[in-house]
Structures are given as C-alpha cells and as structure tokens.
C-alpha cells in the first residue's frame, strides 16, 4: 500500500495551527475561559494541538456526530452520538471541527448548542472545501481551503485508515490501496 500524496505538509500544518492560536488568544484575551469542543473524531489531533498553543484560559469538551455512514459516501444526516458533559451557557464557545464539507454538520451543531444560551459561538476548522458548499456557514478560524479531494491524516480517516498521519494527505475512496 502506498502512503497517500502529501496536500498539505506536517510543517505547513503546524505554521498555520501556531498562527490561528495566535488570533483566537488574542480575540479572546480577557474574555474569561473559552470552552473549545471538539468534534470526534477527526478533529481530535487539531484541538490537541491548537489547545496546547493558546495563551487564554481554556476549557476542553468533545462532541460525537455521525455524518457520513461509510467510508466516504454521505448517509445524509447528522445525528448527536456524544454530547459535551459541561453547560456552556453564559460562556464563550469555540467548536473544532477537522473539515467542512456542504456545512451540514456545523450548521447542526451550531443551531443546537445556540439553543444552550451560551455567551458567543465561533467556528474553527482545520479545512474546508468551498465549492461543496449547500448551508452557507461562516467559518471564522480557518486553516486552509482545499479542493474537492478525499483527504485523510492528522486526524482524519478514510474507514478508520489512515488517521495518525503527521500531515494531510489525499486518496481515491474507490482505491484506497
Ligand atoms: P459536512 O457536514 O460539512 O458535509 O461534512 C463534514 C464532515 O464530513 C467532516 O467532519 C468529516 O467527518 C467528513 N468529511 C468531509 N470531507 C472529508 C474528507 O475529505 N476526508 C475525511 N476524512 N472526512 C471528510
């Protein structure tokens, strides 16, 4: 089995993880504690690593959704497999997510931890591909903007495959081997 074709580099990653670090800690400077949650799993090693380089107060959750049903190929709904344990109400609120694809899943998440009351939501994501773009979501920390490609590594998978990573790469669902 081949390694997939590098898209974004385990250096490039890691420059732009230190400078949206840099932007949220200063947003949030003096804002008290930011609730930063996770989505699982593909988001897991970017909030690692984002949550290490921040200079604010800081809280960790994760949420468990489930978008896609296999590998690739969309079951076309969101469902909430695991939700945060902490009450974000009266607090300021960052959701983490890998990527974002047509923006089905952050506009779930987004309306229902909204009905929460929490202080303020924002959004980061490691990727987004734009073009498949259906809920028309602001992304307010983004990391890189890729084309329409299946990308793996760094936390995301392809069927479980491929998660550990240290940089994005791309494959063909139809011939991951
Ligand atoms: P959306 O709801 O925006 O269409 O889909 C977002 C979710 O789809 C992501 O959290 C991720 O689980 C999955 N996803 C979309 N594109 C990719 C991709 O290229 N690679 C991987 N591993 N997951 C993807």
Known sequence: MNDPETLISEKDIGTRVDEL???????????GELVL?????????????????????RLIEFIAISSY?????????VRLVMDVRASIEGRHVLIVEDIVDTGHTLHYLIDMLESRGPASIRTCALLR???KTEVDIEVDYLGFKIGD????????DFAERDRTLPYIGVIQPDDPD
């Open 129 to 131: 591909k734009e073009h």
């Open 149 to 156: 490609e299946w990308v793996v590594g760094y936390g995301l």
């Open 37 to 57: 949650i996770g989505v699982l799993k593909g988001a897991f090693i970017f909030l690692a690593d984002l949550s290490r380089k921040l200079t604010i107060p």
């Open 69 to 77: 049903q296999h590998g690739s190929m969309p079951s076309g709904a």
């Open 21 to 31: 670090a840099a932007e949220i800690s200063s947003d949030y400077a003096d804002k």
